[in-house]
């Protein structure tokens, strides 16, 4: 079965934006950056792999949900299939929205996210935002957390606040970068 991993960069204080949902105070650069695009080059974006002649390896994910505003960032740059190299699922009760490999769905996300986890392929990539990754808790196998070193004060927290029940999950490993960066994995306890 495949697994559903929350992929995020978060600030010290736990939110993966700004109030404004801005997330251009994580460091874009540094030596965390090398071994992120090793590790997870099918999380970059395809327009943005193709500029810099890398190449998404396909073998940690196949597929990326997002929510509607996660998505809408890209639609800002005229760009309407983010992750052309995976199959994109956004969800949305409001918007449309056309592009190739590209599903804009309002199906509850927990019903879909069961779907995809029977089908064959590789992981599936949770990539935001904090609202959808709450309604998504109980199915999260994984959270890799690139943790900035910045702090926001406020924004949009990882997991909406109090919307959940308490869950353990188990660290598999964490690599602390002189960037300050620290990339975490953790594994949901059985």
């Not at 690599?175 to 949901?188: L, P």
Request: hydrophobic fraction near 40%.
């Amino acid at each position: 079965m495949r697994e559903l991993v929350y992929y995020i960069a978060t600030s010290l204080d736990g939110y993966i934006a700004s109030p404004d949902g801005a997330f251009d105070a994580f460091l874009m650069e540094g030596d965390h950056m090398e071994e992120l695009i090793r590790r997870y080059s099918d999380t970059i974006p395809t327009h943005v792999a193709e500029r810099f002649g890398i190449e998404p390896a396909g073998d940690v994910f196949s597929t990326v949900v997002m929510g509607w505003n996660t998505y809408a960032v890209g639609l800002e740059e005229g760009v309407t299939s983010p992750y052309r190299h995976l199959e994109q699922v956004v969800f949305s009760r409001g918007h449309e929205g056309e592009g190739e490999r590209l599903t804009v769905t309002d199906e509850p996300p927990v019903d879909v996210v069961r779907r995809l986890k029977r089908e064959e392929g590789a992981g599936i990539w949770l990539c935001g935002g904090g609202n959808l990754a709450t309604q998504l808790i109980d199915e999260i196998d994984r959270l890799v957390l690139k943790c900035n070193p910045v702090l926001f004060g406020a924004g949009i927290p990882l997991f909406d606040r109090g919307r959940y029940a308490p869950g353990l999950f188990d660290l598999v490993r964490s690599t602390a970068f002189e960037s300050g960066v620290v990339v975490s994995e953790y594994a949901r306890r059985a």
